[in-house]
């Protein structure tokens, strides 16, 4: 039936995602924007009108260079490990071994799991009389602050991530696994290529645009890391571990400065979008090329 509509029939097929996009994220965004620009400080019912206020109180506050910082190291930590751990495991278990669904069902099991049971249980873990310190004391190693030393709460955050992502992104690298050609592999085991020669001359070139998806994807998601901050230190301690969206989470909800978090939260918008520029810029920039 969708003849009689000739030429407007794909836009009735992208309304419904339109109407959803506008109402969970064009309306909310400029809501932002425009909530950005008061000041709630006084009132949270009649707010002020705050000009640039908030934008300059940000860039003048210590909290939220330390915020970024946190935020900075858990991308540079995260996304490496992101983006490489997942494609090895990805090349192992796209061999031809026994048991290989098994293998795939262990390594994607925390992609199933709630992130606020991952993070209760990794507290757990990390407590003063928990399991890891306990192996430490036997072997006469001494118990470590996991979430209560600000050397390594933030390292012991980051791994709760690295452990609930990897599965994730190994099943996107699996999928581009099996575009590659498998002549070029049989071309390469009779030049006598190695294992890892084979997949740095084959698979990676291949592969390099899901590589700068998973990087993108990874960046993104570590930028905007919460639940596991919130179950685990709530950004303690002494702020070593809170980052940029647990901050706008403290200061709208725990604080009721929502212009504050407002404009922190269009800081936010305008990192992932320089993110996403750079990804399309050094990865993806013949595709758009006409």
Known sequence: MFKYYGKTAPYLFLLPAAIVLIIFFFIPFFQTIVLSFQDYSSSIYHPGFAGMQNYIEILKNPIFY?????????????VPILAVLPL?????????????TLYKILIYLPVIV???????????????????????????????????????????????TIWKGIGYYMMIYLAALMSVPKELYE??????AGFFTK????????????????TTI????????FAE?????????????????????????ENLDLGYASAMAVILLVIV?????????????????I
């Open 218 to 225: 990874s960046s993104i998601s570590a930028m905007k890391i």
């Open 114 to 160: 709630s992130i606020v049971v991952a993070a209760i249980a990794f507290k757990w873990l990390y407590a003063e009389q928990g399991i890891l310190n306990y192996i430490l004391n036997v072997l006469h190693i001494g118990s470590i602050g996991w979430l209560t030393d600000p050397k390594y709460a933030i390292y012991s955050v980051i791994i709760v």
């Open 229 to 253: 901050i919130y179950v685990m230190t709530k950004g303690g301690p002494l702020n070593s571990t809170k980052t940029i969206v647990y901050y706008i989470y403290e200061k709208a909800f």
């Open 88 to 100: 090895f495991l990805a090349i192992l278990i796209n061999q031809k071994i026994k048991g290989i």
């Open 66 to 78: 330390k915020v970024m910082i946190n935020t900075i190291i858990y991308l540079v930590v995260a």
């Open 273 to 289: 979008m320089i993110f996403s520029f750079i990804n399309i810029f050094c990865f993806e920039r013949g595709k758009y090329q």
């Open 199 to 214: 997949h740095l001359t084959v698979t990676v070139p291949h592969i390099m645009p899901t590589i700068a998806l998973v």
């Open 187 to 192: 071309a390469c085991d009779i030049d006598g």
